[in-house]
RNA sequence: GCUCCCAUCGUCUAGCGGUCCAGGACGUCGCCCUCUCAAGGCGAAAACACGAGUUCGAUUCUCGUUGGGAGCGCCA
């Protein structure tokens, strides 16, 4: 039986960090076992389905490059289906029709409570064997079994047990017509032939309802792998200030889908002390059975540094079109100033996100915008800066090829003759250049510069020494 | 309240009864390198929540305590 795995999240908002994990491991189990994964959108709350919500999880999925085999289906276009099966259900007498208002059940809940219990509905209608009417509170309902247990081995949590006395009877169809949830999913999954249930902690509990579901349809079980929850910074549940905010942020935040993959799989799943991953080893090592039981906190720290890993070892042409992307963002055309790939070159050990490269580049692309008053009071008006920097003039002027390596080699000489530190001439170099006195190494700011303009920024800083 | 789940350095984790006075990575700190900032190299501090068992021997197994989390919807 071919391993087919699916990510069915509800289209209700964006496709965050959790999500994204989830999303994932199932591609990666597909993957890792040569099946199908499936994208499922479970878009049976009609009130809080929108089709935004569905673009961006399908935009979020792709900038991830999580392609899925089969889908996006809806579980909208399959209402028929979940018609046919309740009928089925109703039947056989293991579904029944029940007419409490929610006022009712809300206070059997209060009761139930009231007890010690847990809230939940007494079952009232199970055998009565009401008979189909129109009433606005019909709603079909499950029989769950009365005894007995409930019990599979979830692939991370290992087995896990329920008491049926604890399940109460769940609805299968609101009164609107619509399936919910629990008879949704085992519907689509039994008809998809889904081998691998992967999803968050938090259907954990909804585990036995489903499976009881399963074995009234006859139907073979699925493994089962409940993820742990991903925690903010501060161990609290994952809210808007702390990365439960699309994943495409995190694109606009200057990331790289290779590195944020990188950081969600070692998010519960270790192999050894390897940290990076290529797509191809997470696809051979992964296996959803190695991934732990407990939930794991966001942090950014290493986020960026895995960011910066992949800035680094990822070629320049590659990095370039997404650098551009990001230089227009910060409101800087990327045609009036150096190639892409050299700025991407001599700044990538600098900044953990393209975000930052891209604000670090605005040197390049433009006038100084501010000059650093400290800077310049310390090497621009140094003794014998304005001397220096006109040797460095007139030896730039003199330079037959513009390269790093013949500006370096320039100013080296420079240092030589005048037998000064590099950083003597360096600094106040650096500082014509860029009105700071921080930028990569000093050939490479002052390449980066261009000839023409470099020569114009030397002589503005003089004048600016006066 | 009830049910279920979880518990190793600040963080992510390795560990699957002796190899652990607990290993790696991020972060932090120090040193080196150095034209600034980085990157890189070297080094340091830093953890088995607690209490009972089981065992010749527990970080590893069992139970309890404490602390976290999830669920208890005609939401998913």
């Given amino acids: 039986m071919p391993v087919r795995t699916r990510f069915a999240p509800s289209p209700t908002g964006y496709l965050h960090i959790g999500g994204a994990r989830t999303a994932l491991y199932c591609w990666l189990q597909a993957r890792h076992d040569g099946g199908q994964f499936i994208l499922r959108i479970e878009d049976t709350d009609r009130i809080r389905s929108t089709p935004e919500a569905v673009q961006a999880i399908i935009d ?12 996006p289906i809806f579980q909208t276009s399959r209402l028929a289906r979940y018609e046919e099966v309740a009928r089925g259900l109703l039947a056989a007498g293991k579904a029944y029709w ?7 059940i809300e206070a059997m809940r209060a009761a139930a409570m009231a007890r010690g219990a847990k809230p939940r509905y007494n079952g009232h209608y199970r055998e009565l064997n009401a008979p189909l009417r ?5 709603v079909l309902r499950f029989k769950n079994p009365l005894g007995g247990t409930v019990a599979f081995d979830d692939a991370v949590k290992g087995r896990v047990e329920w008491q049926n006395e604890e399940l109460d009877d769940l609805v299968l169809v609101r009164s609107d017509g619509y399936p919910t949830y629990n008879f949704a999913v085992v519907v689509d999954d039994v008809d998809m032939r889904i081998t691998e249930v992967i999803r968050g902690d938090d259907h954990v509990n909804n585990t036995p309802r489903q499976i009881n579901l399963y074995e009234a349809l006859g139907a073979p079980l699925p493994r089962f792998a409940h993820l742990p929850m991903i925690l903010g910074a501060d161990g609290q549940k994952l809210s808007k200030r702390h990365g439960a905010v699309s994943v495409m942020q995190y694109r606009e935040d200057g990331y790289l889908p290779e590195a944020l993959l990188n950081y969600l799989v070692r998010l519960g799943w270790s192999h050894g002390d390897q940290e990076i991953f290529s797509r191809r080893e997470m696809i051979d090592l992964f296996n ?12 950014v720290a290493k986020l960026n540094w895995l960011n910066q890993q992949y800035l680094k070892s990822t070629a320049p042409e590659v990095l370039a079109p997404e650098f551009s992307w990001h230089l227009r963002r910060a409101g800087i055309n990327p045609a009036e100033g150096p190639a892409a790939e050299d700025v991407i070159v001599a700044l990538r050990e600098r900044v953990h996100t393209l975000r930052d490269l891209a604000e670090r580049a605005r040197v390049w692309y ?10 310049v009071t310390k090497y621009l008006r140094a003794e014998g800066a304005d001397s220096i920097l006109r040797r460095v003039q007139e030896a730039l002027d003199a330079l037959p090829h513009w390269t790093p390596a013949a500006i370096h080699e320039a100013l080296a000489r420079i240092a030589q003759e005048l037998s000064v530190k590099p950083g003597q001439v360096a600094q106040p170099l650096r500082v014509a250049i860029t009105g700071t006195a921080v930028s990569p190494a000093i050939e490479h700011t002052v390449f980066l510069a261009g000839r023409h303009e470099a020569a114009a920024r030397i002589e503005a800083a003089l004048d600016r020494i006066g």
């Fill in 60 to 71: 979020g999925m792709a900038w991830l490059g999580l392609d899925c085999d089969e889908g």
């Fill in 366 to 375: 433009g006038p100084i915008a501010e000059w650093d008053d400290q800077a």
């Fill in 288 to 299: 959803i059975s190695d991934v732990n039981r407990s939930a794991a906190r966001f942090d």
């Fill in 98 to 104: 029940a007419y409490e208002t929610r006022e009712e």
């Fill in 134 to 138: 129109e009433d606005p509170n019909r």
